[in-house]
C-alpha cells in the first residue's frame, strides 16, 4: 500500500480513519433489557441498569427522565421490558432511544405481594449477574419469564419468585440437589436439607442441626426448580412456606446475605 | 487534592445530593471568593436550620413549631388528608392553591431494593390519625412512579377496612417523575381529577 508511504500526515489520517472507524462499530448500540434498578442522578438524570439480551447487565444514563416532558421517563422504571438505543460512554453508556416492549411493572405495582416478589427477582438478578456486558442470555430469559408470570397472577407470587431464584441459582451452577445426598450422592429422597453443603443430605452425612423439612417441601422446591407449575399449584400453604425459608436461606447463602428486599417479601 | 481546609469543604460538598467533586470544587472556590459576610449568612442559615427547624409532631413535615403551620391552621379541612412523600411535595401542591384539607408526609416510598419497608415510613403515625373517625378522605399523592404507585397500592389495602374514600391523583402526571417536578398546572388538574381507588 503505497500511499501509507512515510508521509506523516497520510498515516494520521489512516490512523483518523481507523478510529472513527472503530467507534463507529461500538459508539451506537441497539439491544432489548429489562430495567433493574434506577437511581437519580444529579437534578434530572437517572443511572439505569439493565438486563440486557445480548449484552447482559448494561449501566446506562437517562438524560432528563425525571422532567415532566421527558420522553421515555416512564418507560425506564424498574420491570419495564424495553427496545433501546445506546450510545457507548466513557464510564456509562447514554440512552438515546427507548421503546416500551412489555409494561410488567403496571400489572405488578397493582398487588403488594407481586411487588414485593418481583422487587426480590430484580435485585437477585442484580446479584447474580455482577460482570456488566457480559452476555447472560439465560438469566435475561428466566426474568422475563418469571414478570411475565407474576403480570399474569396465574399463580401465588411467592412460589413465582421461589421458582425463578432455585432456577437462577441453577444456572449460574448452584442447583441444589434435591433427589440424592449432596455430599454422597446416595439416590433417592433425603431426609435434610443442609444449606452449606448444597441441598439434601443423607442420615449419614447430615451435619448437626441442619433443617429437616417435610418430604414434600423438598419435593415441591424440585417442582419450582423443574417448572412443573401443576405440581406446585396443588402444593399446601405450610410447604410453601417451609419451601420459601430454605430457598431464600440457600440464595442468601450463596449471595452472602446480599439480598435486601427479600426481608420485606409478603405472602399472597 | 488540596491542603486541609479547602479540601474538607470540597469533600462536604461532595456530600450534598446531585453534588458531584466537579461541582463541590466549584462551589468550594466560589465561597473562598466570596465577601464573609455573605459566607456568615450561610453558616448561619445552616446552623439555624439544623437548631430550629423540625418535624411536625402530626403530620411530619417540616416545623419551626411542635406543630407546623398547616396543621395549627383552624381553616384547613381535617376531613381530608393528602399523603405526601416529602415536605417539598407539600410545597408543590400547596402551590397549586387547590388544596385545603391537610397533609401527611411520610418521609419517603416503601423501596423494598434499598431496604425501605412500611415500618421505616411515617405509617403507623398514620393510622393513629385516621382511628379517630374525623378523616373521611385519603389522597394518596406519592410520587407517579414506581416505588410511590407501591407505596400508594400498600397504604389503599391497608386503609380498606376502614371505608374511607380513598383516592389518587390523576393521570396527567409525568409517569416515572418526581411530583416536584410537575408544574402547576398539571399538578392541580391531577387533584381535581383525582380517582377513587375502591374496586
Ligand atoms: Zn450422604
Ligand atoms: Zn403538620
Redesign the pocket.
Same mark, same amino acid.
Given at each position: 500500500m503505497p500511499f501509507l508511504g512515510g508521509d506523516a500526515r497520510t498515516a494520521r489520517w489512516v490512523r483518523g480513519c481507523h478510529r472513527i472507524r472503530d467507534n463507529g462499530g461500538v459508539a451506537l448500540y441497539r439491544d432489548e433489557g429489562v430495567v433493574l434498578r434506577t437511581q437519580n442522578l444529579g437534578e434530572a438524570d437517572r443511572i439505569v441498569t439493565l438486563l440486557t439480551r445480548r449484552t447482559g447487565v448494561v449501566r446506562a444514563v437517562g438524560k432528563g427522565v425525571r422532567r415532566t416532558k421527558s420522553r421515555f421517563g416512564a418507560r425506564l422504571e424498574p420491570f419495564s421490558h424495553v427496545d433501546l438505543q445506546l450510545h457507548t460512554g466513557r464510564a456509562l453508556d447514554v440512552i438515546t432511544q427507548a421503546d416500551t416492549l412489555h409494561a410488567y411493572g403496571e400489572s405488578i405495582v397493582a398487588d403488594y405481594s407481586r411487588y414485593t416478589s418481583a422487587t426480590a427477582m430484580l435485585e437477585t438478578t442484580e446479584k447474580i449477574v455482577v460482570v456488566e456486558k457480559e452476555p447472560a442470555l439465560r438469566h435475561f430469559l428466566l426474568l422475563i419469564g418469571a414478570l411475565r408470570t407474576l403480570g399474569e397472577n396465574t399463580h401465588d407470587p411467592r412460589m413465582v419468585l421461589d421458582a425463578f431464584l432455585v432456577r437462577s441459582l441453577a444456572v449460574a451452577g448452584y442447583a441444589p440437589a434435591l433427589e440424592e445426598c449432596a455430599r454422597c450422592g446416595a439416590r433417592g429422597a433425603q431426609p435434610s436439607f443442609a444449606v452449606h453443603a448444597g441441598g439434601v443430605v443423607c442420615s449419614v452425612c447430615r451435619p448437626h442441626g441442619v433443617a429437616t423439612p417435610a418430604p414434600e417441601t423438598v419435593r415441591l422446591m424440585s417442582a419450582l426448580l423443574r417448572g412443573d407449575w401443576e405440581a406446585a399449584d396443588a402444593s399446601e400453604e405450610r410447604h410453601r412456606n417451609e419451601c420459601s425459608g430454605l430457598v431464600a436461606a440457600y440464595l442468601q447463602w450463596h449471595l452472602e446475605n446480599g439480598i435486601r428486599s427479600l426481608r420485606l417479601v409478603e405472602r399472597a | 487534592m488540596y491542603e486541609g481546609a479547602v479540601q474538607n469543604l470540597i469533600d462536604e460538598l461532595g456530600r450534598l445530593p446531585g453534588v458531584g467533586p466537579k461541582s463541590a470544587q466549584r462551589i468550594a472556590f466560589h465561597l473562598l471568593a466570596a465577601e464573609t459576610a455573605d459566607v456568615k449568612r450561610l453558616t448561619h442559615a445552616l446552623t439555624e436550620v439544623k437548631e430550629r427547624v423540625r418535624f411536625?409532631? +402530626? =403530620?411530619?413535615?417540616v416545623?419551626e413549631e411542635e406543630?407546623?403551620? +398547616? =396543621?395549627?391552621d383552624a381553616r384547613r379541612d381535617g376531613a381530608v388528608i393528602c399523603v405526601v412523600e416529602e415536605s417539598k411535595d407539600v410545597v408543590a401542591i400547596e402551590r397549586t392553591r387547590e388544596y385545603r384539607g391537610?397533609?401527611h408526609?411520610l418521609g419517603g416510598a416503601i423501596s423494598p431494593i434499598e431496604g425501605v419497608g412500611p415500618d421505616d415510613l411515617r405509617i403507623k403515625e398514620l393510622m393513629a390519625r385516621l382511628s379517630d373517625g374525623q378523616v373521611t378522605e385519603l389522597i394518596l399523592a406519592t410520587d407517579p412512579n414506581l416505588e410511590g404507585e407501591a407505596t400508594a397500592t400498600y397504604l389503599a389495602r391497608l386503609v380498606k377496612p376502614m371505608g374511607l374514600k380513598v383516592t389518587r391523583l390523576a393521570s396527567g402526571l409525568p409517569v416515572g417523575g418526581d411530583l416536584e417536578y410537575a408544574d402547576e398546572v398539571t399538578l392541580g388538574r391531577a387533584f381535581e381529577g383525582r380517582r377513587s381507588l375502591e374496586d
Open positions: - | 411536625c409532631d +402530626i =403530620c411530619g413535615n416545623s406543630e407546623c403551620r +398547616i =396543621c395549627r391537610r397533609y408526609v
